[in-house]
């Protein structure tokens, strides 16, 4: 046990002080520096690592091997070139423990090489990788694979496999971007050793009691039929002779496959196959007569589209892991997916057939429901078999029947209702009409997957579409079409909240937040009683918070009521505060993290939504000054969602905040913020939102070393970001107060830094990229004071040059097209939105802060250049044609971009 603890405690020491995170800011950097490993203790660990695993028992060599990827994934291999010389020097180790540990270990590193976007750094690490394990490792594997032939006892042919298997995954891994030169010219080895062990069978390592757990020959094989999987997906030419063999292998697998849970994994990843084949034209031939296709029927997809014993059972017993498996939008691969997806791939190649194979084969199995309902599990294949192949086909021809017992033959409905969610696209309104009252009658269901797959289906009818004007696309279901059920929905819905025997159910609660969307202008009337029910279950589930997405959610139908209402009469914001702040509170006493992110940017919403002129009221005024304790900005989740926070009470109540000496804390939280890479950018909103806010004489005096802390910033850490806030905000800070105020500040600090910041970081910036949105009308306003309301930059050589440059920036961030000057924000679309949780963060989409144009004054910013600079032309006649014409002269685009923008304004530049 002390060896044990031991091995995880330095496993977790390497996790923690191996290497630092550049993100975190100067506090967090420094703790961890305390514990960073020193360089020479380092160099003693890697060059004994690998000897060390080799030599402990099984259970200690695990987490020697995870410390030894934790290492890799930083140093390996540009600072540990000799791991993999002692890895593959383990190779021909007696120990088979040894052998499996290093190749475990091996598996671990390379995984990096998979699902990675390609790079010439990554190539350079996987030819390095090549170069040195593919020869010995291919020599390991045909070794290894002979020794099956022998007569080796039960612990070594397991020992054996195991290997075998990790050989296969490394050879996934250096697979997986490319087919290297070395496996191509070897490739009749290991397609040799590859087919061995799909014909592999021992009879002694095969348990008939057992139904969950894959045998070692089962994880072998799948393992194989990946690498397979991975060729037959890259069409690669050389293993196109190999293919009929190994089509005939994998068949015969799908024919000895089990029922059983053991088998999924070889059963699915053996169907996907045999799909990525069959759909492929070149692969016709393989597969073209309709004796195969019914076959492949028969033997392949029937079978596994049936319900199974294991399905029953999770349908009731565990209905979490059933909706998981087959949901529609579940990651998670099953059976059945994986055969409709083989039933969509050959009515790619034949559909004719496929069809009238597959029609046989419904009328047959609904014949035998219909001569004996005991037969429940024929209909419900009988269904998946026409969602397997009617993908393209017009969903509407089928008609609804109605079951007055909502829990009669349970699988079926549920079957029927995913039929309904998947084809939603193809019901008309009149037809949603006719489904809406089935589908919520079944949320009153007993059973957990027949409620949830209800909610699904309505939660997607929600957000189905129709062609609009323009190539758009408008929402099939509005809240008119919604309302006459809003009643009932909302019941059934929140039945299967408030009942407290059942889990949280993520697909409900979304629900609840789509249809509150969906119904906005017909929430007033039940905005109380939902909102009760929302805090009601809040209050439960924080407690124990357990199910991240459907806390999630609820918080998002808060935010949907929020800015339903508010939005169309601020003076609700009060009753919001009242109902939702003792809530609020109690969690943040309680300290439920997972939920202070989410309270913050509910607090936030409200406040911003709260009346013009109306202030911050008792109730947030009380809450401002614990809102600046040190600790809750700790917290690297609360960060983002507390800035928003502080951002808002500075939009509302900045006199308030100045009165109560409260600003000089905030101007603390901004420059703890500034320190971390990370939480730059939300300290640069804070000093947006102060200087948008707050009255000019409490913040001017403290600018010189907020200015200061910037450079200081951009004197260490440059980087293109950092840039890109820091000159948004001198654009801003011009505009509000002009370019003398900005280089009078500047020059406090260093004479002639404001000119020196402009032309060696500013205008590089802008010549890099242009802005968009807001700050592109910000950039302009600011550059154009700058360019008209300083006459220093006219006064000699330099600052003339200085002139042209900034005018070319900006002419140039007027005519391009990704400026969107008169879109201060994107457009979101509240159906298509990627909403749900995020481990990082998690932003609340309906809660999203409306875009705060700071010059509303300025209609067009564009038209505000052309103006200005006419009237300066105008003042000094002559001396700023020469300056337009350089400063123009390094695109052709500019010049005749700025003169038609002075002909659609109506001024001259002469």
């Known amino acids: 046990m002390a060896r044990q603890a031991a091995a995880v405690h330095f496993k977790n020491m390497v996790k923690k ?173 290991w397609m040799g050793g590859f087919a061995k062990l799909l014909e592999y069978a021992n009879p002694a390592l095969v348990d008939e009691d057992e139904e969950m757990q894959p045998g070692p020959i089962d994880n072998v094989q799948v393992a194989v039929v990946q690498n397979l999987n991975l060729y037959g997906n890259k069409d690669e030419e050389p293993f196109l002779p190999f293919l009929p063999q190994f089509t005939t292998l994998v068949w015969n697998l799908l024919m000895n496959v089990t029922p059983y849970s053991k088998h999924d994994a070889l059963a699915t990843i053996s169907i996907r196959f045999l799909s990525s084949l069959i759909g492929k034209l070149m692969h016709r031939k393989l597969f073209e007569g309709e004796g195969t296709l019914r076959e492949i029927f028969g033997k392949i997809v029937i079978p596994n589209l049936m319900i199974r014993e294991i399905d029953e059972e999770r349908f009731e017993d565990d209905p979490q892991e059933f909706i998981l498996s087959d949901m529609e939008s579940s990651d998670t691969e099953s059976r059945r997916k994986c055969t409709q997806e083989l039933l969509r791939a050959m009515c790619r190649q034949f559909e004719q057939q496929t069809t009238a194979i597959c029609s046989e084969h419904v009328s047959q199995m609904l014949g035998q429901f219909a001569a004996d309902k005991s037969q429940w599990k024929m209909k419900d294949a009988a269904i998946h078999l026409m969602l397997g192949i009617s993908i393209r086909a017009e969903s509407a021809q089928f008609g609804v029947s109605q079951e007055t017992d909502m829990n009669v033959r349970p699988m079926v409905k549920a079957t029927s209702i995913k039929f309904v969610s998947t084809f939603r696209n193809q019901f008309s309104k009149e037809q949603f009409g006719a489904l809406m009252p089935l589908l919520i009658a079944h949320l009153g269901s007993t059973h957990v997957v027949l409620h949830t797959y209800a909610a699904a289906a309505i939660e997607k009818m929600l957000t189905s579409k129709v062609d609009g004007p323009n190539n758009t696309k408008l929402p099939k279901i509005s809240g008119a079409d919604l309302k006459p059920f809003l009643g009932s929905l909302f019941t059934g819905m929140f039945s299967i909240v408030d009942n407290t025997q059942l889990n949280e159910n993520q697909y409900v609660m979304k629900c609840i937040m789509r249809a509150l969307n969906v119904a906005q202008d017909d929430l007033l009337d039940v905005v109380q009683i939902v909102l009760e029910k929302l805090t009601t279950a809040l209050a439960r589930v924080a407690k124990n918070p357990k199910d991240p997405q459907f806390n999630h959610y609820l918080f998002e139908s808060i935010a949907v009521l929020i800015r339903s209402v508010c939005s169309k009469d601020p003076a609700l914001t009060t009753a919001f505060e009242q109902f939702l702040f003792p809530p609020f509170q109690t969690v943040l006493q309680m300290e439920v993290v997972e939920f202070t992110p989410y309270v913050f940017q509910l607090l936030a919403q409200i406040l911003e939504f709260r009346p013009e002129g109306a202030g911050l009221g008792d109730a947030y005024s009380s809450l401002l000054p614990p809102l600046l304790t040190p600790t809750l900005w700790e917290r690297k989740g609360n960060i983002p969602a507390l800035s928003r926070l502080l951002t808002a009470y500075l939009s509302k109540g900045a006199a308030e905040i100045v009165q109560q000496n409260l600003l000089l804390g905030i101007l603390g939280v901004f420059q703890k913020l500034i320190s971390s890479k990370a939480n730059e950018q939300y300290a640069f909103d804070l000093l947006r939102a102060i200087v948008m806010y707050v009255p000019q004489e409490a913040f001017m005096p403290r600018m010189k070393d907020i200015l200061q802390i910037l450079m200081m910033r951009l004197q260490q850490g440059k980087t293109p970001k950092f840039v890109g806030l820091v000159t948004h905000f001198f654009a801003l800070f011009i505009g509000k107060f002009g370019p003398q105020m900005y280089l009078d500040q500047l020059n406090q600090i260093q004479p002639g830094l404001g000119l020196m910041l402009l032309m060696q970081v500013w205008v590089p910036r802008l010549q890099a990229a242009s802005p968009a949105r807001l700050e592109a009308k910000t950039q302009i306003v600011g550059l154009t004071k700058l360019l008209c309301d300083t006459p220093a930059l006219l006064v000699d050589a330099n600052s003339q040059q200085i002139w042209s440059q900034v005018l070319a920036c900006v002419v140039k961030i007027i005519i391009s097209p990704d400026s969107h000057l008169n879109a201060l924000s994107v457009e979101g679309n509240d159906d298509d939105a990627e909403i749900g949780y995020d481990a990082t963060f998690s932003v609340l989409h309906f809660a999203i802060r409306p875009v705060k144009d700071p010059f509303p004054d300025v209609p067009d910013a564009s038209v505000m250049l052309a103006q200005s600079l006419s009237k300066l032309c105008a003042t000094h006649p002559g001396q700023l044609a020469p300056l337009i014409q350089q400063g123009l002269q390094s695109d052709v685009k500019l010049g005749p971009g700025l003169e038609s923008l002075c002909q659609k304004v109506g001024v001259s530049l002469s």
């Open 17 to 189: 002080g191996w290497v630092i995170d550049d993100d975190d800011d100067a506090t967090a950097t420094a703790a961890a520096k305390q514990s960073l490993i020193p360089m020479q203790d380092r160099t003693v660990i890697k060059n004994n690592l690998v000897q060390l695993m080799c030599t402990v028992p099984p259970q200690i060599q695990s987490q020697i091997g995870e410390a030894i990827s934790l290492i890799a994934s930083h140093d390996f291999p540009s600072q540990w070139d000799n791991l993999l010389t002692d890895l593959i020097s383990k190779f021909g180790d007696s120990d088979m423990n040894v052998v499996n540990g290093v190749l475990i270990t091996a598996n671990s590193i390379f995984k990096r090489f998979r699902y990675v976007q390609r790079s010439d750094d990554l190539y350079a690490d996987i030819l390095y990788v090549l170069n040195k394990i593919q020869e010995p490792l291919t020599r390991l594997f045909l070794q290894t694979a002979g020794s099956l032939d022998g007569n080796p006892s039960i612990p070594e042919v397991t020992a054996r496999l195991a290997a075998l298997r990790s050989m296969c995954r490394i050879f996934y891994s250096l697979n997986y971007q490319d087919l290297p030169e070395y496996f191509e010219d070897h490739m009749p080895e």
